[in-house]
């Protein structure tokens, strides 16, 4: 079974510009859940996404967001890029939302901010 | 709001030694779940070993165990026998109970980074 896929793997963008990443669970997974990864601030929880609706979110400023398609496939976007937006993106699917389910983690999506 | 505290930013431990990982944390809630992720150089973050916290065993993963003291808040992680292999970051991470289709978020640790000397 195919693991959860990140694309695109790199990314350079400039400040100002807006960016969206996506990801795709492992098949059957309806839970996916997004993380910012930097030296500073290390992992931090973005938003939490499971049957197309968020569930839960993180203390991130409006300009992230994220959605869902029917075939669970998820997006995050961010606009108005700033260089603190620089980090990993991590992407993590699990079977269904709930706490006992294990996530499953992408490879990640490297951000460059310039 | 519940927080996660690794200590150590490094440890080293020479191949087929033991080496210990401490990680604390702190909560209000009775039933979470903790985990230790493994991070090589690759990126991908891998599960290593979870505990259920109404579970007074401590779980044990091949060649990886963690001593869970529910009373002190802490959850370190014993790696027996080191590998090469086993050189990443670790993270520790918390995850309460949740419901409503919302399966909790993950709250990391900083990390601690592991070095296997040959």
């Known amino acids: 079974k195919a693991g959860v896929t990140q694309t695109p793997r790199y990314l350079i963008k400039t400040r100002g510009q807006q960016v969206t990443l996506s990801c795709s669970p492992i098949s059957g997974h309806r839970s996916v859940s997004w993380y910012q990864q930097t030296p500073g601030q290390g992992l931090q929880f973005l938003f939490e996404?499971?049957?197309?609706?968020?569930?839960n979110k993180g203390n991130f400023p409006g300009r992230f967001s994220g959605r869902q398609f029917s075939n669970s496939r998820s997006e995050m976007n961010v606009s108005t890029l700033e260089l603190g937006d620089s980090a990993l993106y991590l992407c993590?699917?699990?079977?269904?939302?709930?706490?006992?389910?294990?996530?499953?983690f992408g490879p990640g999506t490297r951000l460059t901010v310039l | 709001a519940q927080t996660v505290t690794q200590s150590q930013p490094e440890m080293s431990v020479q191949e087929a030694e033991t080496v210990t990982l401490s990680c604390t944390y702190d909560?209000?809630?009775?039933?979470?779940?903790l985990f230790w992720y493994k991070q090589p150089p690759s990126r991908q973050m891998i599960l290593v070993i979870r505990?259920?916290?109404?579970?007074?065993q401590n779980a044990t993963e091949n060649r990886f165990s963690v001593n869970f003291q529910k009373a002190a808040k802490s959850f370190s992680l014993k790696i027996s026998d080191s590998q090469l292999g086993d050189a990443a970051m670790y993270f520790c991470a918390y995850r309460g109970m949740n419901y409503g289709g919302s399966q909790g978020n993950l709250i990391f640790g900083k990390g601690t980074k592991l070095s296997v000397k040959p």
């Open positions: 505990q259920e916290a109404y579970k007074q």
């Open positions: 909560t209000s809630e009775s039933d979470y779940y």
């Open positions: 996404y499971f049957s197309e609706t968020q569930r």
């Open positions: 993590a699917s699990s079977l269904i939302g709930q706490s006992h389910n294990e996530q499953f």
